[in-house]
Nanobody
Framework: QVQLVESGGGLVQAGGSLRLACAAS????????VGWYRQGPEKQRELVAA???????DYADCVKGRFTISRDNAKNTVFLQMNSMKPEDTAVYYC???????????????WGQGTQVTVSS
């Protein structure tokens, strides 16, 4: 079994920072890509940032220059550093990963349970 667990959410004032972590555990052969998504109140889920196995990163325009995605391969953990936060960043943040388990040659799509981020004005 493979599991993703997010942590680091909370309440922060506008202009402040938070660091989210997504830890993958279980029978993992490889992690090919990881993305952070968010879903605000009455909004559709959107991709915020992504990192692929080669280290390339990509960001939504609304977070470029403020958010940074990074990974610790040894710990199977991906981080999302969020700086200069705005009230519109308020959302539930989800981790998504494309993982090949050790018991299969197939890549599967996994989601974490989500972590609430609230930015007060």
């Amino acid at each position: 079994q493979v599991q993703l667990v997010e942590s680091g959410g909370g309440l922060v004032q506008a202009g402040g920072s938070l660091r989210l972590a997504c830890a993958a555990s279980g029978s993992i052969f490889s992690i090919n890509a990881v993305g952070w998504y968010r879903q605000g109140p009455e909004k559709q889920r959107e991709l915020v940032a992504a990192i692929i196995s080669g280290g390339r990163t990509d960001y939504a325009d609304c977070v470029k220059g403020r958010f940074t995605i990074s990974r610790d391969n040894a710990k199977n953990t991906v981080f999302l550093q969020m700086n200069s936060m705005k009230p519109e960043d308020t959302a539930v943040y989800y981790c998504n990963a494309l993982i090949v388990p050790t018991y299969s040659l197939t890549e599967y799509d996994y989601w974490g349970q989500g972590t609430q981020v609230t930015v007060s004005s």
